[in-house]
């Protein structure tokens, strides 16, 4: 069972840790989204969406690092939810992506 658990953290964390190479677009278009001019008649919605979108982006490396220590220290010290830990940031993008969906339409 422990060598399952090592095969789905580390293949869900690689998958979480793809993203990264694309992070530096994002983190450019972020902080242009951030810094951009809101048009009047914006819902407010919209706007408070946006911003947690633009500022969930920028945070996207610390939650990977924050899970990726979390996760190999739960391995090594075999206690349980490693895997689950593996998975916060690929939930994390999930969660931006829905964001998005919802609110940037």
């Known amino acids: 069972m422990r060598i399952l658990d090592w095969t789905l953290a580390i293949v869900f964390l ?59 220290t739960l391995l090594v010290t075999k206690k349980p939810y490693a895997v689950l830990c593996a998975l916060l940031p690929t939930f994390y993008i999930g969660f931006l992506a829905i964001l998005a969906m919802l609110f940037m339409t």
């Open 14 to 72: 690689l998958l979480g840790g793809a993203v990264l190479i694309v992070y530096p677009f994002a983190a450019l278009a972020s902080v242009m989204g951030l810094a951009g001019h809101v048009p009047k008649g914006t819902p407010v919605a919209a706007i408070i969406g946006a911003y947690i979108f633009h500022a969930g982006v920028l945070w996207y490396p610390i939650i990977y690092i924050a899970s990726l220590i979390l996760s190999i």
